[in-house]
């Protein structure tokens, strides 16, 4: 049996079961350990990889040895399509934030899925074109937002992906230390928990290890604009 989640994965949008099913059985599964190292930056291989469960960050470093998210992904998301469109190194490192789940599709096993099925092309394409619009909205926040407009948009982001309404108001368990909240916002650690503190002080958020309740929603989404 298959999950449900992979059927929801943007590769398998607008496949019928039977189709599905033979796409997930030419696909490899991959278990990780919390802090297992899927990839590194650089290097050559070109499988796509689809999360079934738990949390992979994706992260560069810079010359300084400082680390920066560029995102954490989670059940139903892809990731590894570019080297697979583009030849050439890993843009990033992948680690397990989490134990994880994955399903894998070599390179030579993807190709003649996306030119017999134009809906499987689709799905990726989708992926791809959302990606590049939060890419683009990632840069213009760097470049036009305070460190707290952008702690707030990602908790919001959290929140999208890992959140879970609950009586007193969004429960987001990131399972992100406070230093990779900081490193995907893009800022030190310090101003960042200087935010999550100012917000928490106002009672916009509560604070708890590795997850955040957004108590109030609608002021979060106003400091995020
Ligand atoms: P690839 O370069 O093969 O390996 C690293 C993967 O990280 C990359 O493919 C994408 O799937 C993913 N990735 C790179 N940049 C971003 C980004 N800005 N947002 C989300 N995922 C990304």
Sequence with gaps: MDPEVLK??????????EAATALSS????????KGDVLFHEGDTEDRLYIVVSGKIKLGRTGSAGRENLLAVVGPGQMFGELSVFDPGP????????TACELRTLEHDELIPWLTD?????????????????????????????DVPG????????LAQRFGDK????????????QEELAQLVGASRETVNKALADFAARGWIRLEPRSVTILDVERVERRAR
């Excluded at 929801?8 to 079961?17: N, V």
């Design 8 to 17: 929801k994965a943007p590769l398998f949008a607008g496949l019928e079961d």
């Design 26 to 33: 030419a696909m490899g599964k991959l278990y990780l350990n």
């Design 90 to 97: 890993r843009s990033t490192t992948a680690t397990a934030v």
């Design 117 to 145: 099925r134009p809906e499987v092309a689709q799905g990726l394409l989708g992926q791809l074109a959302a990606r590049l619009r939060r890419a683009n909205d990632v840069v213009a926040d760097l470049v036009f937002s």
């Design 150 to 157: 952008r702690v707030a948009k990602q908790l919001l982001e």
């Design 166 to 177: 609950r009586d007193d108001g969004m429960h987001v368990h990131h399972d992100l230390t």
